[in-house]
C-alpha cells in the first residue's frame, strides 16, 4: 500500500510540475544550457551549476531544482557532441565515448551515433531515477540512527574518501585538499558558542566563507586560465546527415544498456567517484564482455552505448548519497549540495521529515529533464553543433562575467568577490601541482557540519569519545575511516599482496595435486 501511495505521489508531482508552462520553458533552455555547456571543450556541468547557483538565489526551492538539475542532465549528455564530431571530450565524462564516436562520424555514421547516443542517455536518466527513488527510504531508515557522532564521521569519512577517490597521483594530496576545506570551513563564529575564529580582526569573516564564492573561485577562475593558456583549436566538424532515433539497436541492446545502468548508479553512488570513471569502467565492462572485442576503438555502436548510459546513470545514483547523506557523488552534486543550502534545504537523515517529499520532486525533475534532453538532442543537434566552431577563448570573458555576477549577487556584498579571486588562484596552482579541487570543496561544505557535530557531541558526553565505540553505526563509521586510511599505506598494500600470492599460489599447486593426482610410494 505504501509504494503505491509513493507511485501515486511520485507521478503527481510529475504533472504537477508538467502543467506549468513556465516550468517547460525553464526546462528546456537549462537542458539546452547544459548542452552547450557540456558540448564546449573547457567548459563542464559543473562549472556550468556553479556559475548557476547564486543565480537562482531569487527563485523557490522547485524552481531552482528544476533549472540546475537540468544543466546537469544536459551537460553530462552534450560532451558526447564534441567527443563524436571533432574527437575532442567536451567533459571528462564523455572521454570514453570519443573512442569509437568519432571513428562512427568519420565514416560517415555521425547522426546514427548522435542519435543513438542521444536516446541511450535518457535511459540511463531514468533508469538512474528509480534507483533513487526505491532505495532512498532503505537508505533513510538505516539514517534515522545517527546521533552527533555519527553526523561528523559522516562528514569526515565524506572528505576523506572524496580525497580518496580523485587523487589523480598520491592520495595525501586529496586529504590535503579536504583538510584544506574543511578549515576555511572552520572560519568564522562557530555556530554553538558564537566565538569569533581564525577571523584576524576582520569583521567581513565572522558570518564565515560563504560557499557560492568558493564555489566558483575554485571551479570558474582556473577553467578561465587553463584555456586561455592551452588556447584551444577547433577542428573541422564531421558532417552528418538526418539524426533518427534507432529503437531497433536501442532493443537489441537492452541488456547491456541495464548492466552499464546498474554500473553508472553503483558508482555514482560512492562519494566523490563522478560520471567519468561510471563511463571508463562501463567501456571496459562492454569490451571484456563482448564476442567482438577487437572492434572496440574501430567505430563500435555499442561502445557508445554502453559509456553514454553510464555516465548519464551516474547523474540518479550521485543524488542518492547527496540527498540521504549529505555527501555528494560527484563534483556536479557537490554544487548542487551547496545549492540546496543555499535554499534553505540540509540534505542527510533528516530530509524525509523536513521535507517529506522533495526526493520525489528531485526524482520528478531527473524523468522531466531526461524527456526534454531526448527532445532538445533530437530537434536542435545540428544546430548546437554550430556552436563548436565558435574558438573557446571568445566564451572565457562571459564565463568571467558570469564568475563575478554569480559571486556578488549572494547578498551584493563585494567581499565575495574579494574571497573568489584568492580562491581561484590557489585552485589553479592547486591543479597544476596535482591537487584535486573536488574534496576542498566539499570539505568547505560539509565542513560545518562535521565542526558542529563533534563539539555538539563532546558537550553531550562531557569530552569522552567512549560513545564513538559503544554505538554500532558510529563504531562501522570508525572502522570504515581507520580502513581508508590503513589501506593506502604501502606496508599495508604489500601486505596484502603477499598474502593474494600465497592464497593464489596454493590453490595452484593444489588444482595440480587433483589433476595429477598422488605420486606413487
Excluded at 61 to 75: D, K, N, Q, W
Excluded at 129 to 145: D, R
Aim: charged content about 10%.
Amino acid at each position: 500500500m505504501m509504494i503505491l501511495e509513493r507511485i501515486g505521489t511520485y507521478f503527481q508531482m510529475v504533472f504537477h510540475l508538467a502543467a506549468d508552462p513556465l516550468n517547460i520553458l525553464i526546462l528546456l533552455s537549462s537542458v539546452m544550457m547544459g548542452i552547450m555547456f557540456g558540448a564546449m571543450p573547457g567548459l563542464t556541468s559543473t562549472l556550468g551549476v556553479a556559475l548557476l547557483t547564486a543565480l537562482t538565489y531569487g527563485m523557490d526551492t522547485p524552481t531552482a531544482m528544476l533549472c540546475l538539475l537540468s544543466i546537469y542532465v544536459g551537460g553530462t549528455y552534450g560532451g558526447s557532441y564534441a567527443s563524436i564530431l571533432i574527437n575532442i571530450p567536451g567533459t571528462a565524462a564523455s572521454a570514453a565515448t570519443a573512442l569509437d564516436g568519432y571513428p562512427l562520424a568519420c565514416k560517415g555514421e555521425g547522426g546514427r551515433a548522435i542519435g543513438l547516443t542521444t536516446t541511450a542517455s535518457a535511459i540511463g536518466t531514468i533508469i538512474s531515477m528509480l534507483f533513487l527513488v526505491s532505495i532512498s527510504p532503505l537508505i533513510s531508515f538505516f539514517a534515522l540512527q545517527f546521533t552527533s557522532f555519527e553526523f561528523f564521521l559522516l562528514a569526515f569519512f565524506g572528505i576523506l574518501i572524496s580525497g580518496t577517490l580523485t587523487s589523480p597521483d598520491l592520495v595525501i594530496k586529496g586529504w590535503i585538499a579536504g583538510f584544506l576545506g574543511l578549515f576555511l570551513a572552520c572560519v568564522g563564529r562557530d555556530q554553538l558558542q558564537f566565538f569569533p575564529r581564525y577571523t584576524f580582526g576582520i569583521a567581513e569573516l565572522d558570518s564565515g566563507v560563504e560557499v557560492v564564492p568558493v564555489l566558483i573561485g575554485a571551479f570558474g577562475i582556473p577553467q578561465i586560465i587553463q584555456v586561455l593558456k592551452d588556447r584551444f583549436q577547433i577542428g573541422e566538424t564531421q558532417k552528418f546527415q538526418r539524426i533518427l532515433p534507432e529503437f531497433g539497436t536501442i532493443v537489441r541492446n537492452i541488456p547491456r544498456i541495464i548492466r552499464s545502468a546498474l554500473i553508472g548508479v553503483g558508482i555514482g553512488s560512492v562519494p566523490g567517484i563522478g560520471e567519468d570513471i561510471a563511463a571508463w569502467v562501463s567501456y571496459g565492462t562492454a569490451k571484456n564482455t563482448s564476442k567482438h572485442p577487437e572492434r572496440f576503438g574501430k567505430g563500435e555502436i555499442t561502445a557508445v552505448l554502453s559509456t553514454e548510459v553510464a555516465n548519464n546513470a551516474c547523474v540518479g545514483g550521485a543524488m542518492i548519497p547527496l540527498l540521504n547523506l549529505g555527501i555528494p557523488g560527484s563534483p556536479p552534486a557537490a554544487m548542487l549540495l551547496g545549492a540546496l543550502m543555499l535554499h534553505g534545504v540540509t540534505p542527510g537523515p533528516m530530509i524525509t521529515f523536513e521535507h517529506p517529499t522533495f526526493i520525489m520532486e528531485v526524482a520528478a525533475i531527473l524523468l522531466l529533464a531526461s524527456l526534454s534532453m531526448w527532445v532538445v538532442g533530437m530537434l536542435l543537434a545540428k544546430q548546437v553543433v554550430k556552436v563548436l566552431r565558435i574558438p573557446v577563448q571568445l566564451f572565457m570573458p562571459i564565463i568571467g562575467i558570469l564568475c563575478i555576477i554569480g559571486s556578488y549577487s549572494l547578498g551584493l556584498n563585494i567581499w565575495n568577490l574579494y574571497l573568489m579571486l584568492p580562491v581561484g588562484i590557489i585552485s589553479y596552482f592547486l591543479i597544476e601541482m596535482g591537487y584535486p579541487i573536488a574534496p576542498l570543496v566539499i570539505g568547505v561544505i560539509l565542513g560545518p557540519m562535521a565542526d558542529e557535530n563533534l563539539r555538539r557531541a563532546l558537550m553531550v558526553s562531557q569530552g569522552s569519545f567512549l560513545p564513538v565505540f559503544t554505538r554500532p553505526v558510529s563504531l562501522i563509521l570508525f572502522l570504515v575511516i581507520v580502513w581508508t586510511v590503513v589501506s593506502q599505506f604501502p606496508a599495508y598494500r604489500n601486505f596484502k599482496n603477499k598474502l593474494m600470492d600465497k592464497v593464489f599460489r596454493r590453490k595452484s599447486c593444489e588444482a595440480d595435486f587433483d589433476i595429477d593426482g598422488p605420486e606413487e610410494g
